[in-house]
């Protein structure tokens, strides 16, 4: 059904009822006018009231991982003698930039 075809059907019929006496006096008006004063928040406010919220738990994970990171070494790795990660990790980088230096210098 049409929109405008409807809404004028249901203005004739509105017009057509008497008003009720249990409806206090202007309250359509109150309502709109309540309608009219509510303000739409921004959802990049909505986003930074969140954003502060939770800053104070994730400030308390960070020193939490920060001081986990001070603590003593695993015992078991030393006496092994195994190498750490970061000695492998930086071993797999240098390798794979030394294969690729020659064509680095060729761009450059």
């Not at 004028?8 to 057509?16: D, G, P, R, S």
């Not at 960070?62 to 190498?83: K, M, R, S, Y």
């Amino acid at each position: 059904m049409d929109a405008d075809k409807l809404r004028n059907t249901l203005v004739k019929a509105a017009q057509k009822q008497t008003p009720s006496e249990h409806v206090p006096y202007a309250f359509e008006r109150r309502i709109m006018a309540r309608l009219r004063g509510r303000v739409v928040e921004d959802p990049w406010t909505l986003w930074g009231r969140w954003l502060w919220r939770s800053a104070m738990s994730f400030g308390v994970v960070a020193i939490a991982c920060g001081l986990w990171g001070f603590g003593p070494v695993d015992q078991n790795l030393a006496a092994t003698g195994e190498d750490d990660l970061s000695a492998h990790l930086e071993q797999s980088l240098y390798a794979s930039a030394a294969d690729h230096a020659d064509q680095i210098e060729e761009t450059w």
